[in-house]
């Protein structure tokens, strides 16, 4: 069968859909890039904003609408499977990923059980960039964020998968790893180990490469932040750090629930640059969160122009179902639009 995956959303979600292709290819399936000569199109799909949710369901409708056959994956249908009742097509979520197998069906016509097995260990590059997946879920609980109901709690995969991993994709050619998760500083909080001795781990992986290590939350490293340090020394780490803030205000910080102030915020920057003065600084901010006042939003001017990072993410605030923050009084949408510029 030939088969298109679509992709919306982060980092994480491309890691499934890497592993969605090696479930497929080890049943005999192959993949093509252009959904119209596809037999079926597997949308990985993303929930995190309303715009993005309907970005999403405008996808899903126009495949539809050709008739082709669909399976829906990612968020959506683990946050929010009441929206597919009325598409009618299968659906797997993060954590049942496996499952996928058995709703395609195998494609394999010699089952002599060598091909496939060894199709399901090859992994999968984007150009030279190999994407290694370190856990699910998170160990926050934001006001905000239905990313939770999607991913769930924190559950870290062992050290030794990873590194297994690591180094198959570097042995297929991957110049640059990144490891991705919803916070990959809370990586290991919920086993024996931490961040730090995964990264001495992975990169005692041998090869020519580069480790891009993916979004860190201020509450959680801030209390290993010495040994992040000491890890990030080494040189197959780019000096690269995305640590989303949110709100320069503390008042809305504390009503988002992210357990963490733009003191913190600051330290952790600055204690980054001092060790490493090249440091890239990528961030981001939520605008017009409904207790956010004008003064709030001078706050997270302020608090902008003195970090001056390299890259800024701005996010109008969207309510998503079953959050706590939904229960609020939405801000006007031209508040918010105003805000974002």
């Known amino acids: 069968m030939k088969i298109h995956i679509k992709t919306f959303g982060c980092t994480a979600n491309r890691a499934d859909s890497h592993r969605i292709m090696q479930l497929l290819a080890s049943e005999g399936h192959v993949f093509i890039d252009n959904p119209d000569l596809a037999d079926l199109v597997v949308v990985n799909t993303c929930t995190v904003t309303q715009t993005t949710q309907q970005k999403v369901l405008k996808y899903i409708n126009s495949v539809s609408d050709l008739g082709k056959d669909i399976v829906v994956a990612g968020c959506l249908p683990a946050a929010q499977p009441d929206i597919l009742d009325g598409i009618g097509c299968p659906s797997v979520t993060p954590a049942s990923l496996d499952d996928i197998t058995d709703i395609v069906g195998s494609n394999i016509v010699d089952s002599n059980g060598i091909t496939a ?3 399901y260990n090859v992994p999968i590059l984007e150009g030279v960039t190999g994407i290694v997946s370190i856990s699910q879920g998170c160990a926050g609980q934001c006001s905000y964020c239905i990313v939770k109901q999607a991913r769930g709690k924190l559950v870290s995969r062992p050290v030794p998968n990873i590194v297994d991993e690591t180094r198959l994709l570097v042995r297929h050619g991957a110049r640059e790893i990144q490891l991705t998760s919803q916070d990959t500083s809370a990586y290991g909080r919920d086993m024996s180990v931490k961040l730090p001795e995964l990264l001495r781990a ?8 580069m480790i891009r290590v993916g979004m860190m939350n201020p509450f959680t490293v801030i209390d290993i932040i010495d040994d992040i340090i000491e890890s990030f020394k080494d040189s197959h780490i780019f000096k690269f750090l995305h640590i989303p803030i949110q709100s320069g205000s503390d008042r809305v910080l504390q009503h988002m629930n992210r357990r963490h102030t733009s003191e913190d915020f600051k330290y952790i920057v600055d204690t980054f640059r001092n060790n ?10 939520i605008v017009g969160y409904p207790t956010e006042t004008e003064q709030d939003f001078i706050d997270t001017l302020e608090l902008l122009k003195e970090i001056r990072p390299q890259k800024v993410n701005i996010t109008r605030y969207s309510p998503r179902p079953n959050t706590p923050s939904s229960q609020l009084r939405d801000l006007p949408s031209w508040k918010k639009k105003e805000r974002s510029r």
């Open 117 to 119: 097995p060894a199709l």
């Open 202 to 209: 992975v990169t005692a992986v041998e090869g020519d490469y």
């Open 276 to 285: 490493f003065p090249g440091m890239v600084i990528s961030t981001d901010f």
